[in-house]
T-cell receptor, first 111, second 113 residues
């Protein structure tokens, strides 16, 4: 089992729709959780950190479910500019001292 | 403020040749990472430095890969000899500390023929 698993997609949704995707992790000791965004042929950039209480940044909401060991990302009122690959990052490995990237979920917003 | 700088941006070499990548992190960032990213996959950590010390190189194929960060600032990643399967994007990232946001450079796209 991979340490961090994501559905690679692609997700194709119309502009204005709400889209959500999850990421599961295997190390129950993980303490650090992030969502990064990567545009085509560009470097990854931090979208948001994920806190135990969940957090919201504009149209983006991230949630953590420790019992089921997954984090989620919700995008409301999606824009064309949201088209990208979304990478889940989790502290994994022994002692959760290694940050591991998921495969990424590819999202395309259609006009 | 300047971001993470990497060079070269693109490199094409023949198999069995050596290749080196250079990274200059954001000023003041103590933690430096080298990642490998294959098409359709997330970045995979090769090595992490805290200042000049390599604190996690468990994923670095040490038979052909080497890295250094002599003065705790810029870093070099080397492959010798390169194999066909090494074709990928090599990303460098830096952060203030391990649990802080990582800032990535634009990467070096390596093609091994």
């Amino acid at each position: 089992r991979k340490e961090v698993e994501q559905d690679p997609g692609p997700f194709n949704v119309p502009e204005g729709a709400t889209v959500a995707f999850n990421c599961t992790y295997s190390n129950s000791a993980s303490q650090s959780f992030f969502w990064y965004r990567q545009d085509c042929r560009k470097e990854p950039k931090l979208l948001m950190s994920v806190y135990s209480s969940g957090n919201e940044d504009g149209r983006f909401t991230a949630q953590l479910n420790r019992a089921s060991q997954y984090i989620s990302l919700l995008i409301r009122d999606s824009k064309l500019s949201d088209s990208a690959t979304y990478l889940c990052v989790v502290g994994a490995g022994e002692g959760a001292q290694k940050l591991v990237f998921g495969q990424g979920t590819r999202l395309t917003i259609n006009p | 403020e300047a971001g993470v700088v990497q060079s070269p941006r693109y490199k094409i070499i023949e198999k069995k040749q050596p290749v080196a990548f250079w990274c200059n992190p954001i000023s003041g960032h103590n933690t430096l990472y080298w990642y490998l990213q294959n098409l359709g996959q997330g970045p995979e950590l090769l090595i992490r430095y805290e200042n000049e010390e390599a604190v996690d190189d468990s994923q670095l194929p040490k038979d052909r890969f080497s890295a250094e960060r002599l003065k705790g600032v810029d870093s070099t990643l080397k492959i010798q000899p390169a194999e066909l399967g090494d074709s990928a994007v090599y990303l460098c990232a830096s952060s203030l500390g391990f649990y802080n946001e990582q800032f990535f450079g634009p990467g070096t796209r390596l093609t091994v023929l």
